[in-house]
């Protein structure tokens, strides 16, 4: 069968590190109320000349580089961001033109905090309907630039960043690698509960972050549990088959609540939010990297990636490595 076959991962991260120290003493705040809510102790703040743009690539060229993979033979950029570069063109086609690659297919998609996931499905999809032969899978952000950075209950939440994966379409056995499913949801019901106050066709403003976290807290955990499961279903695999569950990092007490709906042990659940804070659309190949860097995530590993974000969007992918 054809799956889409995980081939590389890289990342990019800009040069100037923000503690929470750092930061009250710009805002109201201090470290040990950031460290207990959230879990965050710094997180990485895009400078100048640091773009979505810049992050995307560096992160695109170390993931090709992993894979062994010449840009030459990418077909396909999925990328996913909140804060592209420009309105238009798509920062995936910026991308390209930096990377070198050969025509193709270059888009960005917009799904927040789950945009990596919206992307991957949407990358997995072409890949299978043979639209294309090898993507690039990118989530790039610089949150840092529609912060209220004097909104103390949203800017010591987020970060800058980039993380991409190389997939490439291959036939492979019913054990083999690949990803084995995405399942995908959205509800514009609860779009007041995370927006931004401003954008092209109403304000001709770029905007700010706006979030009531607790609402979306309580969201967040009761809609990724459902996702997780609907994905185990769909493969037949159980909670104790995952080597490595890679979510969203948004709040270490929320992948605490979700590993143990799972019943999964905390140990399995790869974090970042530590030093990456919530780096949006990048947050989960940012973390997946990091584990596969280190050592933890291995060929042949099933590994379940799952984020929830703004919009409402939420979903989940399982993905044998
Ligand atoms: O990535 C997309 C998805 N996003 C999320 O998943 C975020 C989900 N939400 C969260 O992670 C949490 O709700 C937050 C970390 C945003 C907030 O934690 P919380 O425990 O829900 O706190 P809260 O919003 O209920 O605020 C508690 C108190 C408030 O003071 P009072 O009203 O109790 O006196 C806030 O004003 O904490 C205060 N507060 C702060 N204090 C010090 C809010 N932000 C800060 C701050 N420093 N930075």
Redesign the pocket.
């Known amino acids: 069968m054809i799956r889409s076959v995980f081939k590389g991962a890289g990342s990019a991260l800009p040069a100037n590190c923000v503690t929470n120290q750092e930061l009250a003493e710009r805002?109201?705040?201090?470290d040990e109320?950031?460290r207990e809510?959230?879990g965050i102790t710094c997180r990485h703040i895009a400078g100048e000349g640091e773009t979505t743009a810049s992050l995307a690539t560096e992160a695109a060229r170390a993931a090709l580089a992993d894979a062994g993979i010449e840009a030459s033979d990418v077909d396909l950029i999925v990328l996913a961001t909140a804060t592209p570069d420009s309105t238009f063109p798509a920062t995936a086609t910026k991308v390209q033109h930096a990377l070198g690659c050969n025509g193709g297919v270059a888009f960005d998609v917009a799904a927040?905090?789950s945009g990596f996931l919206y992307a991957l499905a949407t990358a997995d999809a072409m890949l299978r309907s043979g639209m294309a032969k090898c993507a690039l899978v990118i989530g790039a952000e610089t949150m840092s630039r529609i912060l209220d950075w004097e909104d103390?209950?949203t800017c010591?939440?987020f970060g800058d960043g980039a993380g991409a994966f190389v997939l490439r379409a291959e036939d492979v056995a019913e054990d083999g690698p690949g990803i084995l499913a995405s399942k995908l949801h959205a509800d514009g019901a609860h779009g007041e509960l995370?927006y931004v106050d401003g954008g092209p066709s109403t304000t001709g403003t770029v905007g700010k972050l706006r979030?009531k976290?607790?609402e979306?807290?309580r969201h967040?955990v009761v809609n990724l549990a459902e996702v997780l499961e609907e994905v185990l279903a769909a493969t037949g695999h159980k909670p104790a088959d995952i080597d490595w569950v890679v979510p969203?990092q948004?709040?270490l007490?929320?992948l605490d609540a979700t590993a143990r709906k799972l019943g999964l042990p905390i140990e399995k659940v790869v974090v970042t939010v530590d030093r990456h804070a919530?780096t949006?659309a990048a947050s989960v190949p940012l973390a997946f990297d990091v584990a596969r860097r280190d050592g933890r995530i291995k060929p042949g590993d099933l590994v379940m990636l799952e984020a929830?974000?703004?919009g409402f969007t939420w979903g989940a992918s399982l993905m044998r490595v």
């Open positions: 805002v109201d705040t201090s109320w950031i809510r959230t927040v905090c103390r209950a010591v939440l995370l979030m976290g607790r979306v807290f967040a969203h948004a709040n007490r929320i919530n949006s929830m974000g703004g």
